[in-house]
């Protein structure tokens, strides 16, 4: 499930829920996902060719717990397609 919208002059606000069916095997390393909800929170602000966004991540166990929270920043330009190279 994913929302946008426009907040203001150049600036949106994204949210996207993905749905996590299944709990990561115990043998993986890493994070352990377990079933639940992930929640994508972006802030981007447009200036010309240039984007910046701040954002955070939330997953949530079945139940609606917090089980962890992260953090990122970034920068973007637009670039143009050159006739579909990959």
């Known amino acids: 499930m994913a929302s ?11 949210v996207w829920e993905v749905f996590i069916l299944f709990d990561t095997p115990p043998a993986v390393p890493g994070f352990p996902f377990k079933r639940g909800v992930q929640r994508l929170m972006r802030d981007i602000e447009v200036h010309g060719d240039q984007m910046t966004f701040n954002g955070s991540s939330q997953f949530f166990d079945t139940n609606g717990n917090v089980l962890a929270v992260a953090c990122a920043s970034g920068t973007g330009t637009r670039f143009e397609d050159v006739g579909g190279e990959d």
């Open 4 to 14: 946008g919208a426009h907040t203001q002059a150049n600036a949106y606000k994204a």
